[in-house]
């Protein structure tokens, strides 16, 4: 069974873009939210392996859905991406339990890799 990847971000272009690129290197895409509340939700429903997720959205940021994501499941893997590769927000979404931090606009391989990686 291939590993399962929800995609989280609050533009659906950035969503659309990523899809692509997991689609293209063979990985499976089982949900998507637009926002960390839905996110949270559609986590407990779905149970990927991975979540990919944005860190500034509305309602509830990446950086709080990963906290409530990991209060539900210790073990959750997720990759944070985000347009602001901001020192101190990479810093926080790790010690918030992300495994690693993609930086926007996505470059395909850096995807891939830190996928590949977090699912080891």
């Known amino acids: 069974m291939s ?8 533009a659906a272009f950035m969503r659309m873009m990523l899809k692509d690129i997991l ?4 990985f499976n895409v089982v ?6 509340a839905v ?3 559609k ?7 991975l979540t990919i ?3 500034t959205m509305p309602e509830m940021d990446g950086l709080q859905a990963v906290k409530e994501i ?10 944070m991406c985000s347009a602001m590769g901001q020192q101190s927000m990479v810093i926080e979404a790790i ?8 930086v926007k606009p996505f470059q395909g391989e850096r995807v891939v890799e830190a996928v590949t990686k977090a699912l080891k």
């Open 53 to 55: 997720m944005d860190i």
């Open 3 to 10: 590993s399962t990847i929800m995609i989280v971000d609050d």
């Open 43 to 49: 986590y407990k429903e779905l149970q990927p392996n």
């Open 31 to 36: 949900g998507e939210a637009e926002n960390g």
């Open 23 to 26: 689609l293209k290197n063979g």
């Open 70 to 79: 990991r209060k539900f499941d210790a073990k959750a893997r997720i990759i």
């Open 39 to 41: 996110a949270v939700e």
């Open 95 to 102: 010690q918030s339990g992300a495994k690693d931090f993609v």
